[in-house]
């Protein structure tokens, strides 16, 4: 995996965060701010999106939500390159929220995640407002912030090979240590994805 240059991680980093600024700069037009924590072991992304508008005879608007979803590499035939989809959802409160879905998007972003073409649409209140092809470019004011795991102990990514394994073993010391893990990365993701959101919303 390649790393967007300014934002994304290293390509070793299991999470690292990306953030696009949405909208054709038309006046009037909305600018959607999306920004996410990358988890490539699941590869699941979870993050923020904010919508705003800036309307002449009105005061803007903003409208956010929490947002979660997936990427996957497309695969394209030579000499273009491939492609990387981003499929995500949101409401406010998170996925084990008991809140309605408010926002969809679908990110298509060249290899190296710096820029790709959006389709999004999301609950105004009123009513369901879609986009389609709308620019994407990273946002390169993201800091980089610095996304580890919990530095005692020390763990890796989990892969389903290491937990096949161990219940074949009947290791119940390794089937313990490896669920203590994905907690930990859980707790780690969760953390990391609050910290863009405190960030984003100063």
């Keep these: 995996m390649q790393q967007a240059q300014g934002t994304a991680g290293h390509t070793q980093d299991a999470l690292f965060p990306v953030s696009y600024i949405i909208t054709t700069g038309a006046p009037g037009a909305q600018t959607l701010t999306l920004t996410l924590l990358v988890n490539t072991v699941a ?3 979870v993050g923020f999106a904010k919508i ?3 309307i002449a ?29 981003i499929t995500a959802q949101g409401n406010h409160g ?3 929220a008991n809140s309605p879905s408010g926002f969809k998007i679908e990110l298509l972003l060249d290899r190296t995640w710096a820029e790709g073409i959006a389709n999004y649409s999301y609950d105004n209140g ?10 994407a470019h990273l946002n390169r ?3 980089r912030l610095p996304v580890t795991p919990y530095p005692d102990p020390v ?5 389903a090979v ?3 394994n161990a219940v074949a073993k009947n290791d119940s010391a390794e089937i313990s240590r490896l669920r203590d893990s994905a907690i930990n990365q859980r707790d780690s993701l969760l953390a990391a994805a609050n910290q863009l959101k405190e960030k984003l919303q100063r």
């Design 43 to 45: 590869d699941t992304v």
């Design 126 to 135: 009123q009513a369901w407002i879609n986009l389609e092809n709308v620019p």
């Design 52 to 54: 705003t508008q800036a």
């Design 94 to 96: 998170g996925p084990h």
């Design 155 to 159: 763990f890796t990514p989990l892969y």
């Design 57 to 85: 005879t009105q005061n803007p608007s903003a409208t956010a939500y929490d947002a979660w979803g997936q990427y996957t590499y497309l695969t394209v035939m030579p000499p273009s390159d491939g492609r990387i989809l």
């Design 162 to 164: 290491s937990i096949q």
């Design 141 to 143: 004011s993201l800091e």
